[in-house]
């Protein structure tokens, strides 16, 4: 089919599909919240003209979902993962987000026993995966560690900003070492647009990057690292929103109406078969991931129905995400310049010669959710001694 460019024809379309799909129980969302590079998969063609455009849109749709959003909502994601058989969440991948991170910057500091560092903690939410960090560093009494640490918190939302520094003040940490952290009201893009080059040495993110549709965001947070700064980023990966037939089989599960499903399939054109077609194309362990993540899905529509009356239509999150399979992420981080090579890391930077993985599965039965530590290399690259 002939590829849409026009962004007045582009949202036209995105109205058609969210009227369809009108009565499923967890609201589709726009079209646009997809990952970039599958939009050609739905008929949008992303040019240099729109790109910009079609960004700002997917950008704010994701802005309007956290404003609107409530604890209820977060209780029902929560039910949602278990009930999915998801046997460890964001909460374990925050920890492994803390543990690596924090070995990464024990290497680093024990290379050079001066250097201070700087950390940011990129959609910081209420401060879940700062906190791992203390944990860790409680765990180990890395104190000494932790005076040499100075954490910078990112996160658009005042109210969960609030919550963040309570936690951060009030850290069993606090009572063996003041904790330096500055807590910044804002988008990481906004933020990365100002914050000056080499500014920090270690820059974590759990459970955020799924809602960026386009890479733009990676190349300045790898300006704003030091010469040798280093990444470590939890996410989740599917591919259940690569391609309209799959959405439709989920689309049944969500319990669209008859007259919507048969506009959806033809807007798409949309054969029978065609999903276990592009199936084929997935990896074994992409099909076992998917799987689960329909039946998230499947559940999060389930729970924004039994709680009901507890939560108003406006509090739903919407179903379409900027997933994607794990090595388009890995593309992504190294076209951005980040190395995430496990060898060249370890021949190279001083924080990675023990390290034995840095592509960590969270849940060690799938890949949905992973913990990926990378680096800016130096120009002049340091090895341990
Ligand atoms: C699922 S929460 C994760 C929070 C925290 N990292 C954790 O693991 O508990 C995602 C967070 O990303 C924030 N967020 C969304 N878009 C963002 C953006 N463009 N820049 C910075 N943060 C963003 C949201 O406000 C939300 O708090």
Redesign the pocket.
Same mark, same amino acid.
């Given at each position: 089919m002939d590829l849409i460019t026009n962004l007045s024809d582009i949202k036209a379309f995105d109205e058609r599909i969210t009227r369809a799909c009108s009565d499923i129980r967890y609201p589709i969302g726009s079209i646009l919240r997809i990952a970039g590079q599958y939009l050609a998969n739905w008929g949008i063609g992303v040019t240099e003209e729109n790109k910009e455009a079609i960004e700002a849109l997917s950008?704010r749709s994701?802005?309007d979902e956290?404003k609107r959003t409530t604890g209820t909502t977060h209780d029902a994601i929560i039910r949602a993962t278990e009930l999915a058989g998801f046997e460890r969440g *964001?909460t374990y991948?925050?920890s492994v987000v803390g543990d690596v991170a924090v070995d990464l910057m024990f290497a680093m500091a024990e290379y050079d026993k001066t250097r201070t560092f700087r950390l940011c903690?990129? $959609? @910081? $939410? /209420?401060g879940?995966?700062t906190k791992a960090i203390l944990d860790r560093i409680e765990y180990w009494k890395l104190y000494e560690l932790m005076e040499r640490f100075e954490f910078t918190l990112?996160?658009? /939302?005042r109210k *969960?900003l609030n919550i963040a520094g309570d936690k951060i003040e009030t850290h069993r940490v606090t009572e063996q070492v003041e904790i330096k952290f500055i807590p910044i009201g804002c988008?990481?893009?906004k933020f990365l647009e100002r914050v000056g080059k080499g500014q920090y040495d270690l820059a974590i /993110? /759990? @459970?955020?990057f799924h809602?960026?549709s386009f890479p733009g965001y990676l190349q300045p947070i790898r300006e704003a690292l030091a010469e040798d700064g280093v990444v470590v980023i $939890?996410d989740w990966y599917t591919t259940i929103w690569k391609y309209p037939a799959f959405v439709a089989e989920v689309l049944k599960r969500l319990g669209i109406g008859r007259y919507g499903l048969n506009d959806f399939i033809q807007m798409f054109d949309i054969r029978e078969g065609d999903a276990s077609r592009l199936e084929k194309e997935l990896t074994p362990e992409q099909q076992e991931t998917n799987k689960r993540m329909i039946a998230y899905v499947y559940n999060i529509g389930n729970e924004f129905v039994r709680m009901s009356s507890r939560m108003g239509p406006e509090e739903r999150a919407e179903f379409l995400e900027a997933h994607e399979a794990f090595d388009d992420r890995i593309g992504k981080l190294e076209d951005a310049g980040f190395v995430m090579d496990l060898k060249e890391l370890k021949d190279k930077h001083t924080a990675f010669v023990n390290m034995p993985n840095n592509k960590i599965r969270v849940d060690p039965k799938n890949d949905a959710a992973m913990v990926v530590a990378g680096a800016k290399v130096p120009g002049k690259l340091r090895k341990a001694a």
């Amino acid at each position: 089919m002939d590829l849409i460019t026009n962004l007045s024809d582009i949202k036209a379309f995105d109205e058609r599909i969210t009227r369809a799909c009108s009565d499923i129980r967890y609201p589709i969302g726009s079209i646009l919240r997809i990952a970039g590079q599958y939009l050609a998969n739905w008929g949008i063609g992303v040019t240099e003209e729109n790109k910009e455009a079609i960004e700002a849109l997917s950008l704010r749709s994701y802005q309007d979902e956290w404003k609107r959003t409530t604890g209820t909502t977060h209780d029902a994601i929560i039910r949602a993962t278990e009930l999915a058989g998801f046997e460890r969440g *964001n909460t374990y991948m925050n920890s492994v987000v803390g543990d690596v991170a924090v070995d990464l910057m024990f290497a680093m500091a024990e290379y050079d026993k001066t250097r201070t560092f700087r950390l940011c903690d990129i $959609g @910081a $939410g /209420s401060g879940e995966t700062t906190k791992a960090i203390l944990d860790r560093i409680e765990y180990w009494k890395l104190y000494e560690l932790m005076e040499r640490f100075e954490f910078t918190l990112i996160e658009p /939302s005042r109210k *969960n900003l609030n919550i963040a520094g309570d936690k951060i003040e009030t850290h069993r940490v606090t009572e063996q070492v003041e904790i330096k952290f500055i807590p910044i009201g804002c988008t990481t893009h906004k933020f990365l647009e100002r914050v000056g080059k080499g500014q920090y040495d270690l820059a974590i /993110s /759990s @459970a955020v990057f799924h809602h960026m549709s386009f890479p733009g965001y990676l190349q300045p947070i790898r300006e704003a690292l030091a010469e040798d700064g280093v990444v470590v980023i $939890g996410d989740w990966y599917t591919t259940i929103w690569k391609y309209p037939a799959f959405v439709a089989e989920v689309l049944k599960r969500l319990g669209i109406g008859r007259y919507g499903l048969n506009d959806f399939i033809q807007m798409f054109d949309i054969r029978e078969g065609d999903a276990s077609r592009l199936e084929k194309e997935l990896t074994p362990e992409q099909q076992e991931t998917n799987k689960r993540m329909i039946a998230y899905v499947y559940n999060i529509g389930n729970e924004f129905v039994r709680m009901s009356s507890r939560m108003g239509p406006e509090e739903r999150a919407e179903f379409l995400e900027a997933h994607e399979a794990f090595d388009d992420r890995i593309g992504k981080l190294e076209d951005a310049g980040f190395v995430m090579d496990l060898k060249e890391l370890k021949d190279k930077h001083t924080a990675f010669v023990n390290m034995p993985n840095n592509k960590i599965r969270v849940d060690p039965k799938n890949d949905a959710a992973m913990v990926v530590a990378g680096a800016k290399v130096p120009g002049k690259l340091r090895k341990a001694a």
